[in-house]
């Protein structure tokens, strides 16, 4: 189901659960995220995933979306709807655009499908554990400029921006990994889909509208290109 990989432990201990109904998966992610030194849990279905995510405190939520006595949609929504905000990285043998947005508008953070690698995992986990918790939830901000996700409106300043629909979900993942560089393979992973054209000039093209339509006078840009790397939205280069 998965490729073992070599991962490098990190020092802060956080809780995380694991909602997975495949033992030998969640026993091989349990193994990965102790050695990352986080405290780990598992419920091995949707309806315990459920009660122990909505009536405690997690740092990040594994989620796999197909479970028995409630789907992962289902136990997403029921996290949000108990005003959680933990992190929730969904784990999908499903990774079809349909299957996607309805992940997102459960209230998904990031998802991966199946199989995968570990390595990748930590990865994933690692970048949302890093995200400042004030980014979580319908309003986004940085700096002077406001997101809000539910009503699709962007501010800078008192000023509003229009943005087309791919722009809009363009800079919402940008913002959602605020100081940490994203790749264009990610880029393509979660904002388009795998219809697009990999060797297309859509990204670029994009990002230079977005920098464009987000950059103010006397304001900082937000937008940098990270050679050979990708992009980062940060206030500082």
């Known amino acids: 189901m998965f490729k073992k990989e070599v991962y490098i432990s990190s020092t802060n201990p956080m809780r995380a659960l694991i909602i997975e109904d495949d033992c030998y998966i969640a026993e091989a992610l349990k193994s990965a995220l102790i050695i990352e030194n986080l405290i780990v849990e598992i419920a091995p279905d949707g309806e315990s995933g459920a009660f122990s995510a ?4 997690y740092d990040i939520v594994l989620l796999d979306t197909m479970l028995p006595k409630k789907n992962g949609r289902e136990v997403c929504r029921a996290i949000r709807a108990a005003g959680k905000k ?5 784990i999908s043998a499903k990774a079809d655009p349909v299957t996607k947005v309805e992940l997102l508008e459960a209230g ?14 930590i990865a994933r986990v690692r970048a949302l554990l890093r995200r400042p918790h004030t980014l979580l939830g319908d309003v986004l901000c940085v700096g002077d400029l406001t997101m809000d996700t539910r009503s699709r409106t962007i501010t800078r300043g ?11 979900d363009l800079l919402e993942y940008l913002i959602r990994n605020q100081n940490s560089v994203v790749s264009r393979g990610l880029l393509l992973e979660h904002v388009w889909d795998e219809m697009t054209d990999p060797f297309s000039n859509t990204i670029e093209a994009h990002i230079m509208s977005l920098r464009k339509k987000i950059k103010f006078k006397n304001s900082p840009p937000l937008i940098h290109t990270v ?4 992009y980062k939205l940060s206030l500082v280069s």
């Open 227 to 230: 050679s050979g790397s990708g």
């Open 86 to 90: 933990t992190p929730i990285l969904s």
């Open 54 to 57: 909505t009536t405690n405190d």
């Open 108 to 121: 998904v953070d990031d998802y991966i499908g199946k199989p995968f690698v570990l390595r990748e995992v």
């Open 158 to 168: 008192k000023a509003s921006i229009r943005l087309t629909r791919k722009e809009f």
